[in-house]
């Protein structure tokens, strides 16, 4: 007599493959974060005074 083979996984084994799918995503965004603030981004020289006076008036 043959065993039937269960191919349904238990909810047990699925939860910790979402959960440590979940943890690698996390991780990976962290790391994300972590690198971007790194990154030194080009800020403008200048900065820009622009006079709305005359529009303020007007309304």
């Known amino acids: 007599m043959q065993l039937k083979?269960?191919?349904q996984p238990s909810f047990g084994s699925l939860l910790i493959k979402f959960l440590i799918k979940l943890l690698i995503a996390i991780v990976v965004l962290i790391l994300t974060?972590?690198?971007?603030e790194k990154v030194n981004f080009p800020s403008p020289?200048?900065?820009y005074d622009i006079d709305?006076?005359?529009d303020v008036k007007k309304l």
């Open 52 to 54: 709305v006076t005359n």
């Open 33 to 36: 974060i972590f690198l971007l």
């Open 45 to 47: 020289e200048k900065k």
């Open 5 to 7: 083979y269960n191919r």
